[in-house]
């Protein structure tokens, strides 16, 4: 009884973690946009935690380089099981406008799996809502496979 | 005493970038900070060579997405300077106009970040309700929130219909009134005294020494604020530097929370002297052979782009200088003999912005 309690409760009240990847602020202020009056999603029980221990799903902006490629794959190592990962923003999805730069990996998927991409540069409040849900849909799926 | 030594970052709750500090502490007095950087570099200033110097627009405003605006004005000033483009007035009007919407988003940012830092929730979810009426106000003239992308080399791509100005200009003094109601918490509540008065102190001297910039550098009593060398139309305004003496957290903070409502002033004296005309020229050929210079005010500081032409499409350089770059030695200076608890409060209090810096 118990653990239905814990499988409902996961999916629907996801915490997540937002992680910088060397994005340029435009998609981080949009994720933290989404926590402020106006889209607000805490109302549906998404509460930003900062230690990757806590969370269910890690939301990363930004392009992956060689520098912060160990600290993402640290962060993601460190999350429990099950997890989803949405990339934000054309950085996160393929590498974007700075693809071409010596020092870019490229998207969030070379080092880590990807579960939703949410395009946009920046992404839109709105969008990033909209990937977040459809995480979840997968999110849900995977608490049903760990049993 | 032991020292202990606590890794700060670079996945912080405070930090939404990040950014690494060793702080060595003794007891719960920190000694000594030490920086790493590079989290966030990515080699953008190289892109010139691939990239041609219209193109180069967009990835300068993706410098940073917090002050996109004004890289974009500093990078097209430089380009025309060199091929002796002469912008329209009304180009530079809304340039300006645009620029401050930026600089008010991006303080009103801070201010609710800030008092995140110092766990006062209720404030920063205030400041970003009275934000997301600027996020509108750029959505609805530009197409875009935070990245507005309304410079092109040699103009503005977008215009301000007349009853867009109206509907600015009551959406300014709406949010005017919201943010002087916020006016006694921020500077005058007994909790945010506590956390910001004394805290972080960087005198007159150390600021002009260690070469702050931005409000950091005013908060410290110097007045130097890139606007009044009246770049663009920033000549035609009626603009004084807003400095405060303290040189502590709460200093830095009045600074920008005045500047908020300097910006909603300096958006309606443009408005009102917005002159008709062109939006931009055409521009023909490749930049020449040559080397020049832009500085701009952004939020956080002096802005300095430097641009070396060759006479083909790409440029040879192009070398950035952000003003968070200048606030990390203030900022080390500031740490030493703080305690534990305030660090996240100084690190804030000068606005870090970190992918400005590595670019």
Known sequence: ?147 | MAITVIPFGPQHPVLPEPIHLTLKVEDEIVKEAIPALGYVHRGLERLVEIRDYHQMITVCERVCGICSMIHGTCYSQCIEELMDIEVTDRAKMLRVIWSELHRMHSHLLWLGLFADAFGFEALFMQFWKVRERIMDINEATAGSRVIVSVNIIGGVRADLSPEQLRWILSELDIAEKEIKDMQNTIMNDYTVKTRTCGIGVLSYDQAYELGAAGPTLRGSGVASDMRMNGYGAYGELDIEPIIETAGDCWARCTVRFREVLQSIDLVRQAISKLPEGELAVKVKGNPPEGEVYARVEQPRGECVYYIKGNGTKNLDRLRIRTPTFANIPPLLTMLPECELADVPVIVLSIDPCISCTER
């Open chain 1, 1 to 147: 009884m118990f653990g239905s309690f814990i499988k409902k409760s996961r999916a629907k009240s996801p915490w997540i973690m937002h992680f910088d990847c060397g994005s340029c602020n435009g998609c981080d202020i949009e994720v933290l946009a989404c926590l402020t009056p106006l889209y607000d999603v805490e109302r549906f029980g998404i509460i930003n935690v900062g230690n990757p221990k806590h969370a269910d799903v890690l939301l990363v902006t930004g392009t992956v380089n060689h520098r912060n490629k160990k600290v993402l794959k640290n962060l993601y190592d460190q999350m429990p099981e099950p997890k989803a990962v949405i990339a934000i923003g054309a950085c996160g999805n393929t590498g974007g406008v700075f693809r071409e730069a010596y020092n870019v990996v490229g998207g969030v998927d070379k080092i880590i799996p990807v579960d939703v991409y949410v395009p946009g540069c920046p992404a839109k409040p709105e969008a990033i809502i909209d990937g977040v849900v459809l995480g979840l849909a997968k999110f849900a799926q995977k608490v049903e496979e760990a049993e």
